[in-house]
C-alpha cells in the first residue's frame, strides 16, 4: 500500500502537461473511478478518488478545460479498511460532460470501454490515459514473486482498451478477471518500472528497480547460502559416517590389520573433517587422494570380509542411525 500511496502523490504532483494530455487523463480518471448517475431526472457524473489532493485536481482540470463546477464531498468507502474517500460530481452539466468525455455517446449511451481517440492517440496521451487510469483504481505491490502493477477497470471492454494502450507503450500487460472485476495486471519487473515512468513516476520507478534488484541480491545469497549449508551438512555427516566405520574396522582387524592400511585408517580418525585431498599431504610420504581413498577402502572391504567370516557385525554396523553409510 505504502508504494501505491508513493506513486499517486509522484503523479498528482505533475504540472503543465499539454491540454490534450490533461483530458486523457481527466478521462480515465472519471472512468475508471465513477461514472454516470441519474439525479432528478438529469444525467450526473461522478468520480469516488482516495486522496483529496486528487480529488481537488480533478475538480481543477474539469473546470478548466470544460467550465464546469464540480462538487468535492467526502464519503464514507463501502470497505472499513479504505476509510474515508472523495467525490467529485457535476450534476448541473453532466450530459454534457459525458458527451465530451466520451462516457456517452451521441445516442445517450452509456461507452462500455474508452474513446478510441485517446487510445489511439500520441504517446503522451497514451501516458496520460495511464495514469488517469493508475490513479483512479492502480495498486503497486513490492518487488518480489507475487509482484505486480494492477488496475481495477468498470468494464472487460475498459481493460482491454487498457492492455492496448499498454501496448503502445511497448509495456506488456493482461487482463483478467478476479471475482467478477475485470483487471489489467502487468507483472515482469522490467515492465512495471517502464510503466511507472510512462505515467511519469520517475522516482517511484528508480526506487522500486533498486529495491527489487536488492530483493533479487538477497535471494541469490540465500539460495547459495542454503546450498552450502546443505553441503556442509551432508559432508559432515559423510565424516562421521566414514570415522564409524574405520573406528570398526580397526576394531575387526585387530592385529592383522596390513600397516599401510592401518597407517589410512589412522590418519582419518586423527584428522576426521579433512577431505581426502588434505589427508594425502598428512602422510608421510605424502600421498594422492586416489591412493587414500583407496587404502581405506580396502581397510573397509578387509575387515567387512572377516566380520562375515566370523558372523560378527560389519563396519556399516558403526554408522549412526540416520546417517549415510
Not at 478510441?116 to 496521451?125: A, H, Q, Y
Not at 505491490?141 to 494492477?150: K, Q
Request: with cysteine; charged share 25%; net charge positive.
Amino acid at each position: 500500500m505504502a508504494l501505491t500511496t508513493d506513486v499517486k502523490a509522484e503523479l498528482v504532483s505533475i504540472r503543465n502537461a499539454p491540454p490534450t494530455v490533461r483530458v486523457a487523463e481527466v478521462t480515465a480518471i472519471l472512468r475508471f473511478a465513477g461514472g454516470l448517475h441519474s439525479i432528478a431526472g438529469r444525467v450526473a457524473v461522478e468520480a469516488e478518488v482516495d486522496a483529496e489532493t486528487l480529488a481537488r485536481r480533478v475538480a481543477r482540470d474539469l473546470a478548466e478545460i470544460y467550465g464546469v463546477r464540480p462538487e468535492i464531498a467526502q464519503v464514507q468507502s463501502s470497505t472499513a479498511n479504505d476509510g474515508a474517500r472523495w467525490a467529485v460530481r457535476v450534476i448541473a452539466a453532466g450530459e454534457t460532460l459525458a458527451r465530451q468525455t466520451g462516457l456517452l455517446d451521441q445516442r445517450r449511451r452509456p461507452v462500455r470501454g474508452l474513446p478510441n481517440r485517446l487510445t489511439t492517440g500520441s504517446r503522451d496521451e497514451v501516458a496520460g490515459l495511464w495514469r488517469g487510469a493508475f490513479l483512479a483504481a492502480g495498486t503497486l505491490s513490492e518487488p518480489g514473486r507475487s509482484a505486480m502493477l494492477e488496475v481495477a477497470c468498470p468494464s472487460s471492454e475498459a481493460a482491454m482498451a487498457l492492455v492496448g494502450a499498454a501496448h503502445r507503450l511497448g509495456v506488456a500487460a493482461k487482463a483478467r478477471e478476479v471475482r467478477g472485476m475485470p483487471r489489467v495486471v502487468v507483472r515482469e519487473g522490467e515492465a512495471i518500472r517502464t510503466i511507472l515512468a510512462e505515467m511519469g513516476a520517475h522516482r517511484t520507478a528508480v526506487a522500486w528497480e533498486e529495491l527489487r534488484q536488492r530483493r533479487e541480491v538477497r535471494a541469490g545469497v540465500n539460495r547459495l547460502v542454503n546450498f552450502d549449508d546443505a553441503n556442509l551438512r551432508r559432508s559432515a555427516q559423510a565424516a562421521v559416517a566414514a570415522c564409524a566405520r574405520v573406528e570398526r574396522a580397526l576394531e575387526i582387524l585387530g592385529d592383522d590389520v596390513p600397516d599401510h592400511l592401518r597407517l589410512a585408517g589412522e590418519l582419518r580418525l586423527a584428522h576426521r573433517d579433512a577431505s581426502l585431498d588434505e589427508l594425502g599431504h598428512h602422510a608421510d610420504p605424502p600421498l594422492t587422494k586416489d591412493a587414500v581413498a583407496g587404502r581405506i577402502r580396502r581397510l573397509l572391504a578387509t575387515a567387512d570380509k572377516r566380520a562375515q567370516q566370523e558372523g560378527i557385525p560389519g563396519t556399516e554396523s558403526a554408522v549412526p542411525a540416520g546417517l549415510d553409510v
